[in-house]
């Protein structure tokens, strides 16, 4: 890397590529301690202790890979102290790079910012998406995310399978002669994800009114004749990209109140998909479906304690991160952009009737959509 | 909650508690999109939005669960203006609880962090860790960390059983008729920590060269007569504590290099452990391991574009992070205090040799120590 002569501005990432998906994006190595990565004069560049160092040079797609021990030394020469850390390494490169400006991303660590500041250094922080490029998937990334939704249906694939094969015996589900818990249903779920080369992470099977809070994982028996979701959102243990799906079903009767909850979200799902294409908002697509539940008769509201009807967003971008940007909600009043990826996951909450959630995810083109996801729609298991 | 007349400090939390320990610990219950909490007047309070409000209602351990929606209103009116975000419900809270201070952790985000001190709010950012407490885990948590390596030797075992079964054709080995590669046994792994309970990430399982980069998760057929490293630290569903266990296994025929180096990681693992107790240093912990090793023949240096020899620290707390407070390195020069938990895991890593890591985990007592995790330290599957 040539080093200037004239003052320039350098992206600053300060992390663990395994908690932070935007390091992971620019490094594209998983490193489970937080490190120094710099994007400067069009090249990117990471700061890695021995541990690191080896494995850095043979997997990251760096364009430069400093060894932490080097600066260190450098640190401790250039400022004559002994005890040195991330703020006096990032002082050094601002030296040998002539850096007189750090952008960071909004949720960079406040101590260390603080501590730059204090040496006099300037930060920057991006408002927003710090690699807005990030949004816009390229065919490698829909490839990864395909995939990833290909070990959600594996996994829901796994539910309903289970499901079929339950005796209803009074008020419960028996498999393999044992009850068929919340508990259990996501082990089989889970352990699919992970044939399919995916990491699960709280998926949820609930049922009943635990499905009615929609984070709700899941605990207990479940019951016949109760609404049941399946949520199921891992990450591709390959490249961090993950899938999205959620489907309900449920095992024995379902009553007319059941049925008509199910074919309205069912329908709000059409109808929103029926919608996605470039330029349209996010909030455009979650009003279509506000208004079609407000029509068919299903208010939302807060009782009590709680929340009734439809009370979270219609989508949201997927990729590195499980929620990331576009979302799909009423706040998001800029038109899609080309090439994004987003879940359309309307639901209905009520207590008494049941959950439904119905969820897919989408990639955004210029007059509809591409699923990325696939599994059928058939929900009664009797 | 008494809102105060007198101004007050408050501890101010901003994240996901899926990927923030301290979240986490602080609010007891997994929530995948960032929220705000606080800790004032000696309660914590949390603020959710209808997605989540009746799910930490019923699941959070918070003294008070607040309506996002409900702040969202109030400082719309406050502030006469529609756009409202984390900054201006912050405000809100501070002016109702009459809160001049707000203590962050160094993670805490910066964007939120500058929005807040533009508001005129005061930022103090508390170094090192934000909840000290947490290093030092009660008889309750003791119980998550067995068994969370109680999952890890569950995963350790299934390798090793996978390796007894491998036949060995030429430089290969075959389990059921098919080649044994790193990602299949990792999958073995993987796979029998999710039936005991935990979630498992990056599993090493590398042999050979691979080995010997120690973060090296490992990739391709796995080869008899060479050292195969199996690291797992996977992470329970239910309560977010970790395993960390790691045993060196090797199919076949040792060498006599090979030999020596195990015994001698596994006299340094001894020679540490035997040092463990409150008060004594992770520096000189450490420092034991590395004269150990020296004394033994084996020099760490760097060649080339890697290290060889001992390279990482000699072992890290384990708790709700995988790595956390205290350090058992030549940094931490802080005595170990009572009831905290630490691995220790010295390796050695020689391309050509091979590289070898034993890692258990154990809690620091008065004069020595509790395990935590128990596995058998024999390795050589012939």
Redesign the interface.
């Known amino acids: 890397m040539n080093k200037q002569a004239t003052a320039q501005s350098a992206r600053l990432l300060y992390?663990s590529s395994?908690?932070n998906a935007d390091i992971l994006y620019f490094s594209k190595v998983?490193?489970?301690?937080a490190f120094i990565a710099l994007e400067v004069g069009g090249k990117r560049l990471g700061v890695f202790g021995?541990?690191?160092?080896?494995?850095m040079?043979?997997?990251s797609k760096l364009d430069l890979v400093l060894?932490l021990e080097e600066y260190q030394e450098k640190a401790k020469e250039l400022f004559r102290k002994k005890g040195v850390g991330p703020t006096e390494i990032i002082r050094v490169l601002a030296k040998e790079y002539n850096i007189n400006n750090f952008l960071?991303?909004?949720?960079?660590?406040?101590?260390?910012?603080?501590d730059l500041k204090k040496a006099r250094l300037h930060?920057q922080?991006i408002?927003g998406p710090f690699f807005p490029e990030r949004e816009i998937k390229s065919k490698a990334e829909v490839l990864e995310l395909k995939q990833g939704n290909a070990a959600s249906a594996v996994g829901i694939r796994a539910a309903e399978e289970a499901l079929r094969h339950t005796i209803i015996k009074g008020n419960q589900l028996y498999l393999d002669g044992k009850v068929l818990s919340s508990q259990r249903l996501r082990?089989l779920v889970?352990?699919a994800c992970?044939?399919a080369g995916a990491?699960?992470?709280?998926t949820i099977v609930a049922g009943g009114g635990q499905a009615?809070?929609?984070?709700?994982?899941g605990s207990g028996p479940l019951r016949p004749n109760e609404l049941i979701i399946v949520d199921v959102f891992p990450r591709l243990?390959t490249s961090g990209y993950h899938g999205d799906m959620t489907r309900t079903f449920l095992r024995g009767k379902a009553t007319e109140a059941q049925e008509k909850l199910v074919s309205t979200v069912q329908e709000a799902q059409k109808k929103a998909l029926s919608k996605v294409k470039e330029g349209i908002t996010g909030a455009e697509i979650h009003g279509i479906v506000v208004d079609y539940f407000i029509k068919s008769g299903f208010i939302t509201k807060?009782v009590n304690?709680?929340?009734e009807g439809f009370?979270?967003g219609t989508g949201h971008g997927l990729g590195l991160d499980?929620?990331e940007a576009p979302r799909v909600n009423a706040s998001n009043k800029e038109g899609l952009k080309l090439d994004t990826v987003v879940t359309v996951e309307p639901g209905l909450y009520y207590p008494g009737v049941g959950g439904c959630r119905i969820e897919d995810v989408v990639q955004v083109k210029r007059n509809g959509y591409e699923m990325l996801s696939n599994y059928h729609y058939a929900w009664q298991i009797d």
């Open positions: 992390g395994e908690y998983f490193v489970p301690d021995a541990l690191e160092y080896g494995r040079v043979k997997e060894s960071v991303a909004e949720n960079f660590p406040v101590g260390l910012a603080f930060i922080v408002k082990g889970d352990i992970l044939q990491i699960p992470h709280n009615c809070d929609p984070h709700c994982i243990t807060k304690n709680h929340y009370f979270h499980v929620h």
